[in-house]
């Protein structure tokens, strides 16, 4: 009977503190960043001109009850536990605000969590302090007290997204911080890279809602990680992805310096993205996205790609959570090679074309031999990870 009530103590006590029992036996976390900003035929036939893909369940409208719930019930099919979701802030009751709020609703429902992503990208929303102000306590003093509200250890989490389009200085984000929410009762997460956006302290952590560049890379993830930590965070949270092509939407609108092309390779880009982002050792992964279909980042189910991502994910989100957060990274591992084949003589980039001026697309090193495909202008093309990778003739030994 003295064991029982030990028992409950405990379980009460993490109760008290916020904490559910599972959460207490795991904080690890899949949370994918949802768009806010479709509200039915309307919103998509505006992106019309720049959309190759449309989801399979149709021109949706966020705000509506059955969609909601039908779109948690598929990412939580497949491992994910919460959404991110961009909200323009209370200026707009027209579409984000509905749309968060609906989706609140729907995941208390299915025991899910949702929390949101002040987004100022949109000069007429959030456009200055003060109209950044009266969201964020909004946030803090209503939303956040919802009980499907996104949490980590205990603290509602609230993401900011483009948030240097607002001019604050460190001074002010730090009075910001200290008016809104002085005894850190949240976590405050930041866009940004190379640990940029602490604010001083003012924020608790970063994220990118970009890193398809990055190809997957554990060292990358691993890189930012420690640059936030190094910075005074104590929060980062990788972001990945299943492909990212932003051409269409980057020539209409005149975007400078758009990320290449990354295909998605039947999955493989997003299983590399996931065990990169998995061994830089950090709690929460963030998928990015669920449905930013303009920059073809969407993993929810489409016309063209089915449910590919969700069960490229579904696997590798249980066997991280089945290691204690850990995985391994994004190279796969060593099979019997037969025939002409490639090593490396030291640790060598592999890239997506015959010169340096393509991007990286991963690294080799020595002690292991990759399939030698054919040979380009001094540049071998080997099998890497799934898909044909070029390496450099110059500083590997070959097998025939």
């Known amino acids: 009977m003295k064991q029982f009530f ?18 207490a036996q795991s904080e690890q976390h899949v949370w994918a960043f949802y ?9 998509w036939d505006w992106q019309a001109d720049v959309l190759t893909d449309y989801p399979a369940i149709g021109n949706y409208d966020s705000r509506d009850g059955g969609v909601a719930g039908t779109q948690i019930d598929q990412a939580k099919s497949a491992g994910i536990d919460g959404f991110v979701v961009s909200w323009n802030g209370l200026g707009d009751q027209g579409t984000s605000t509905p749309v968060l709020n609906n989706l609140l609703d729907r995941a208390g429902e299915r025991g899910f969590q949702v929390g949101a992503a002040i987004d100022a990208f949109t000069p007429e929303f959030v456009s200055n302090r003060d ?40 001074a002010e984000w730090q009075e910001i911080r200290n008016s809104i929410d002085p005894d850190r009762n949240t976590y405050w997460i930041a866009e940004g890279l190379n640990g940029c956006c602490l604010y001083g302290g003012a924020m608790d952590g970063m994220y990118a809602f970009n890193l398809a560049w990055a190809n ?10 420690s640059r936030v930590l190094n910075a005074g965070g104590s929060i980062y949270i990788p972001t990945v992805h299943p492909g990212w092509d932003e051409a269409l939407i980057a020539a209409r609108d005149g975007r400078p310096n758009p990320t290449s ?68 990274p994004a190279e796969e591992a060593a099979p019997d ?14 890239r997506y074309g015959p010169g340096t001026d393509y991007d990286v697309m991963g ?38």
Not at 133 to 155: C, E, F, M, T
Not at 216 to 225: E, L, M
Not at 274 to 283: H, K, M, N, Q, V
């Open 6 to 23: 030990v028992v409950l103590i405990t379980v009460m006590s993490l109760m008290v503190a916020g904490f559910t029992p599972s959460q």
């Open 35 to 43: 768009m806010g900003f479709w509200a039915g035929g309307a919103s």
């Open 131 to 170: 109209t950044l102000i009266s969201s964020i306590s909004w946030l803090v003093n209503d939303r956040a007290n919802h009980p499907a509200y996104l949490r980590y250890q205990g603290k509602p989490v609230i993401f900011f997204a483009f948030q240097g389009n607002l001019g604050l200085s460190s």
């Open 216 to 225: 997957g890379s554990s060292g990358t993830y691993s890189g930012q990680r």
């Open 261 to 328: 092309p990354r295909g998605r390779q039947d999955g493989q880009f997003l299983a590399n993205s996931f065990r990169g982002a998995a061994a830089s050792g950090a709690d929460i992964i963030l998928v990015g996205t669920w449905n930013e279909y303009m920059e073809n980042s969407h993993i929810e189910p489409s016309q063209q790609y089915g449910t590919q991502s969700l069960d490229v994910l579904r696997p590798l989100i249980e066997e991280w959570r089945s290691t204690g957060g850990t995985s391994a």
């Open 337 to 350: 090679i037969e025939g002409p084949a490639v090593q490396a003589n030291s640790r060598l980039n592999v």
């Open 363 to 400: 690294a080799i090193s020595p002690g292991r031999w990759y399939a030698l495909i054919r040979e380009e202008n001094g540049w071998y093309v080997i099998s890497y990870n799934g898909q044909e990778g070029y390496v450099s003739g110059d500083y590997v030994q070959v097998r025939q």
